[in-house]
């Protein structure tokens, strides 16, 4: 296929080829990640077992739920990143808030890394950390663990609507301490065992699921789409769809960032598009992005179904 620029614009990223690499930079471990995921792991592991009660095991369902779909899907990958729909600032505020309590990090730590692998992903060559380029557990560690820092990154300047903003700032500042009034209010009404499981089980399946399907979606699945010029292609992991509230249809984001619809072909579940839709029903949703919205991009080409093997386009 031939390769051509990128004309996706994110007006996030100044990015000038020519003082920008996506290729060349470090990943070194991060003494943050590793205290707060590694304690996460331990007490959600060894704490959930010695505790466990059908009561804790319904919270940890439910909270995991309203967290990822509400949270992290519909709060801060659709609404606050990418901006694919309008609602009030009050409900905004409330899905982002759910967003930080899966545990990924604060809005702006958040939508840097997303912002930042985007943009590598759509260079003609980016660095392993970029792609998910390697052998599982490497790249685990490096994803959980690990920072990447770039020899020559391009720069991110938040728009100050949202840079300014006192309760997004407070937000960024305290992403980790938004955890304790969940946790002490499930202490007062089921004890350590509602802790264990509703933040800490929550907060681990949520991190090791976001990896996994970050992993498998840019290295094995199916495509409807290709990017040419793109070094990393995505890829819709079908089995994924109803856990991830919809983000596994990847390729489908690849080729429509915009969109809040990620699922696009028929039988292609989509259980935040659902929500968004019951919200547009209740008039707190509106002015939906989709595909038919977003500007043409010559690079992207329709292709035949893929079979499901790693494929790596150059």
């Not at 707060?36 to 959600?44: D, H, K, N, Q, T």
């Not at 690990?146 to 949202?162: A, G, H, K, V, Y």
Request: charge should be negative.
């Amino acid at each position: 296929m031939t390769e051509m620029t990128n004309t996706y614009a994110n007006p996030r990223i100044d990015r000038p080829e020519s003082r920008s690499d996506a290729k060349h930079g470090n990943v070194s471990a991060d003494a943050t990640k590793i205290v707060w995921v590694g304690s996460m792991i331990l007490f959600g592991t060894i704490g959930s077992a010695l505790t466990f009660s059908v009561g804790a095991l319904t919270l940890f369902l439910i909270t995991t739920g309203i967290t990822l779909c509400l949270g992290h899907s519909l709060g801060m990958h659709r609404r606050f990143i990418h901006r694919s729909y309008q609602c009030p600032r009050w409900l905004e505020y409330t899905f982002v808030h759910l967003g930080t309590l899966v545990g990924l990090g604060g809005p702006f730590g958040i939508l840097r890394t997303h912002d930042l692998r985007d943009w590598a992903q759509r260079q003609s060559e980016c660095h392993d950390y970029f792609s998910h380029d390697q052998v599982w557990y490497r790249d685990f560690w490096w994803q959980l663990f690990c920072t990447m820092r770039l020899d020559n990154p391009p720069e991110i300047r938040i728009e100050s609507q949202i840079a300014n903003d006192r309760v997004y700032q407070l937000m960024e500042k305290t992403w980790m301490l938004q955890q304790a009034p969940w946790a002490l209010l499930f202490f007062l009404v089921g004890g350590w065992s509602w802790v264990f499981w509703g933040i800490c089980s929550r907060v681990t399946i949520s991190l090791f699921g976001h990896w996994a399907v970050g992993h498998f979606a840019h290295n094995i699945g199916h495509r409807e789409w290709h990017v040419n010029g793109a070094a990393v292609q995505g890829y819709n992991v079908p089995f994924a769809a109803l856990l991830t509230m919809g983000e596994s249809w990847h390729n489908n984001h690849h080729a429509y960032p915009g969109s809040a619809k990620l699922g696009l072909e028929p039988g292609q579940w989509d259980p935040g598009w659902w929500v968004l839709k019951f919200l547009e029903g209740v008039g707190l949703a509106t002015d939906f992005v989709t595909p038919d919205a977003l500007a043409e991009r010559p690079e992207l080409v329709r292709i035949v179904e893929l079979p499901a093997t790693p494929v790596r386009d150059s």
